[in-house]
């Protein structure tokens, strides 16, 4: 379907709310290789679990300023006295075993961070370092194979779809639709 402004995009994007259009323009399927980005889009997947994308995407600015702009470290430090502040902020999702998941995954990620140089590293070695192209997939022997190795280092929330949804954000996995003006050109990845 092509829009107003002449583009064609995937059918997902809402064109009745600007911030969701923003991100398929400029953030979706785009490769990210910054860890704190990395880490903000990890722990925001993770609160996605059984609600929208369009719902967490709503409140990034809340969890923005909740989760102290996402700073690992910070979040790494926080106690019982914070998760329980976190679980009473109307402005985000106040799910205690999601918010705990997030301290907890946080953990996890500096763990990794320090065993791998960058948590970059780490996700994208299971690529081989390029962006695989694929649609119409809520999971993949990819996202299954990340999401078997993140829990067994004890992360939570990251079951093979929200892995392969977290894939989709960070430019691992690229699924504009073939008609999109953002679609690449075909990279077969390591499967």
């Not at 609600?51 to 702009?69: P, Q, T, Y």
């Not at 690529?127 to 990819?142: C, D, R, Y």
């Not at 999401?147 to 939570?156: A, I, T």
């Amino acid at each position: 379907m092509e829009w107003a402004d002449g583009k064609t995009r995937c059918q997902w994007a809402n064109p009745k709310n600007k911030t969701y259009l923003r991100y398929h323009d400029t953030e979706w399927g785009v490769p990210v290789h910054d860890d704190q980005k990395l880490f903000e889009m990890l722990i925001l997947e993770s609160f996605q679990a059984g609600l929208s994308w369009e719902c967490v995407l709503n409140k990034r600015d809340a969890f923005r300023r909740a989760f102290d702009n996402f700073d690992l470290e910070k979040v790494c430090a926080y106690d019982e006295g914070r998760m329980a502040e976190l679980a009473q902020d109307p402005g985000i999702i106040r799910n205690r075993l999601k918010i705990r998941a997030a301290v907890n995954n946080a953990r996890i990620f500096r763990q990794i961070q320090q065993e791998y140089g960058t948590f970059s590293d780490y996700l994208w070695h299971w690529a081989g370092g390029k962006t695989v192209i694929e649609q119409g997939l809520a999971h993949s022997p990819l996202s299954d194979t990340i999401s078997n190795d993140l829990k067994k280092r004890g992360m939570k929330f990251v079951g093979t779809t929200i892995i392969y949804a977290y894939l989709q954000a960070v430019g691992v996995i690229n699924s504009h639709e073939a008609e999109c003006f953002l679609r690449r050109p075909a990279h077969k990845g390591p499967v």
